[in-house]
């Protein structure tokens, strides 16, 4: 025994009785909707493959013909020499498909938001970030070492206070939001933040890694309004893997010359940005595709008595992780895998289960998914 093994084995075995441990476990996808896992096939309502273009012929074919043409990675990072047509044509088409000037991609959402904030805010600087943002955000914030403030989730009374009170005292002002709540499935109040930020100065950054390809005829939750930093990923409705922030021409200028996780890391392979491009196609012309996963959530949302979805993305809150936990395995027992998200990914006493609906969800899979939880919570309650 060593003082390095005994801190992991002392960590793991205090996060183990909070029921806190996070398991790996080998699941293979067999199709758009399908996994085996421990040698069973299970239908996954976990996934945020919305569009199920992960599996979608053309897009399998756009990524293999990216490997025969230009090989499987970059060779280096893109300020070196892995700077690969593909990725600008990506760009090229991000920026139009978003309404923006210019787009910028990066390895993955993580790697963009941990590069955007700190090249933007520094210092003398305020960061000002909904509770419930995405990890990366407050990562971001962290590496930026400006001053970071949360205000309560979408209470825009609570985010004018703050701005009210800190904004003057601080140079620039960086707001930041998800468009879609990873884990809540809401959305923000993009009309208010947007003109609060114009109030106060303030740039806004909206996360909207579960919008694009879902809402607003797949445009994202930005659609409609003027804001200057729109994020996103490729690894959620477009299939694949990588990030962009999609922004005015200077601003992405300035974060090819300056955001750290892009100028030392490796650019993203031929394979993901051809894969990406396909899946644009798909998503520009091919509305009723898109259309389906918020319907799917709807009648999810329906069947179970809760508010009308807003995303693609529905939770049941059950408070405490075992009751999540045990929740899930028995979903599991009937053939659903429905993961059981529990903190720090998500406050102290709200552990839930998070369902997320693909355009490929047969109705009558809904159905019995929501009659099976409906027996899980009156278990749960007994
Ligand atoms: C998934 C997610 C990210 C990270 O994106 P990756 O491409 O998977 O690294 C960032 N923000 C939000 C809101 C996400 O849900």
């Known amino acids: 025994m060593n003082s390095l093994d005994d801190f992991a084995r002392g960590k793991l075995a205090g996060l183990e009785a909070r029921d806190l441990r996070r398991w790996l476990k080998p699941t293979a996808r067999l199709d758009a909707l399908h996994l085996e896992r421990d040698g069973r096939r299970l239908m996954t309502f976990s996934c945020n493959d919305y569009l199920n273009l992960s599996q979608h012929p053309r897009v399998r074919a756009a990524a293999k013909a990216a490997i025969d043409a230009h090989g499987a990675g970059a060779g280096a990072s893109r300020l070196v020499t892995g700077d690969h047509p593909l990725l600008s044509e990506l760009e090229r088409r991000l920026a139009a498909f978003k309404g923006a000037e210019a787009a910028c991609v990066f390895g993955s959402g993580y790697l963009a938001n941990t590069g955007i904030v700190p090249t933007l805010a520094g210092r003398d600087d305020l960061v000002l970030m909904d509770e419930l943002v995405h990890s990366c955000i407050r990562a971001g914030a962290r590496l930026s070492g400006a001053r970071a403030m949360t205000f309560r989730h979408n209470d825009m009374a609570h985010a004018r206070d703050l701005l009210a009170a800190h904004r003057g005292a601080h140079r620039h002002c960086l707001i930041a939001t998800d468009g879609v709540f990873s884990m809540d499935g809401d959305l923000a109040p993009l009309d208010e933040l947007t003109a609060l930020a114009r109030e106060f100065d303030g740039w806004l950054l909206v996360d909207d890694a579960h919008g ?15 804001t200057p930093l729109q ?3 490729l690894s959620k409705s477009i299939g694949g893997y990588g990030g962009y ?6 601003v992405i200028d300035l974060i090819k010359t300056r955001a750290a996780s892009f100028i030392y890391t490796t650019g993203l392979p031929p394979a993901c940005a051809g894969a990406a491009i396909a899946a644009l196609d798909i998503i520009e012309s091919e509305p009723e595709l898109v259309a389906r996963p918020l319907a799917k959530a709807r009648l999810f949302t329906r069947l179970m008595g809760l508010p009308e979805a807003t995303s693609a993305i529905v939770p049941i809150v059950v408070g405490a992780p075992g009751r999540a936990m045990e929740l899930s395995r028995a979903l599991e027992a009937e053939g659903f895998l429905v993961g059981a998200i529990r903190p720090p990914t998500v406050p102290e006493g709200t552990a839930r289960l998070r369902v997320t609906f693909t355009a490929a969800h047969p109705d009558t899979e809904i159905v019995r998914l929501a009659a099976a939880i409906r027996a899980g919570l009156r278990a749960l309650a007994a």
């Open 245 to 250: 922030v999609c922004a005015s021409a200077p």
């Open 231 to 233: 994020m996103g990923t």
């Open 212 to 226: 694009l390809g879902v809402v607003n005829e797949g445009h994202g939750s930005t659609r409609g309004f003027d």
